[in-house]
């Protein structure tokens, strides 16, 4: 039982590169989520998902795209990157009840 | 919209007990949380409270809950370095959707 993965790890991106961050779980859980982390703050929500099919935006989902055609995956999609998506990402899941449940983050850097 | 404030440090020496606090806006929220993160790592669950909860006690770990003042304290009793990390308030809004709003965290620094 994985839990949360996320893949990349690290990744540094030039500055109008695209690239796809993974997420996927094993938990059956239907909430899925994707926050953002600047330097010295707190997580901002960008994009979640209350199930496959159906997604909808968070606080921050300029810049980013997100599908969900499984309960198990959530990729976040970023079409140009710019300096501002300097950041690291985490995914997290929700059962419904009780605690969301974080992946280990996704560390990235555009230059 | 919703907002969650924190002290952004707090230093205390080992073996006193730590208090941190966060305020926050949304009175419909069903959770809050605390969770910690050591440099360069992830979220790790602390603790939550319902927001039909005044307080709830794990181990060294005590969280209060004043809903009237939209205010919340997590108390660590005996604090150890290890203990030395940020420590995040999160809230849920939007409903059934749980989604979470974070304070931008207090950093905890235990004396030896």
């Known amino acids: 039982n994985a839990g949360v993965t996320q893949t990349p790890k690290f990744r540094i991106l030039k500055i109008g590169q695209s690239m796809t961050l993974q997420c996927a779980q094993d938990m059956n859980h239907n909430y899925m989520y994707w926050y953002r982390q600047d330097p010295g703050m707190g997580l901002k929500l960008i994009y979640y998902?209350?199930?496959?099919?159906?997604?909808d935006k968070g606080e921050v989902p300029n810049g980013y795209n997100v599908s969900r055609s499984t309960t198990e995956d959530f990729p976040l999609r970023l079409e140009l990157a710019a300096p501002s998506q300097t950041s690291v990402y985490f995914c997290?899941?929700?059962?419904?009840?009780?605690?969301?449940?974080f992946g280990p983050g996704t560390r990235l850097t555009v230059l | 919209g919703e907002d969650v404030e924190q002290s952004l440090f707090l230093s205390v020496r080992e073996g006193d007990s730590s208090v941190i606090n966060c305020t926050y806006t949304d009175s419909s929220s069903t959770y809050l949380y605390w969770y910690k993160q050591e440099p360069g790592a992830g979220l790790q669950l602390l603790t939550y409270?319902?927001?039909?909860?005044d307080m709830k006690q794990d181990q060294r770990l005590t969280v209060l809950l004043n809903k009237k003042d939209k205010h919340l304290s997590l108390r660590i009793a005996d604090t150890q370095t290890g203990d030395s990390a940020i420590y995040f308030c999160?809230?849920?809004?939007?409903?059934?959707?749980?989604?979470?709003?974070f304070g931008t965290g207090t950093l905890l620094a235990v004396q030896p």
């Open positions: 997290a899941t929700w059962s419904g009840t009780d605690t969301q449940y």
């Open positions: 409270i319902f927001s039909n909860m």
């Open positions: 999160a809230e849920s809004y939007g409903g059934a959707t749980n989604k979470l709003i």
């Open positions: 998902s209350v199930g496959a099919g159906i997604t």
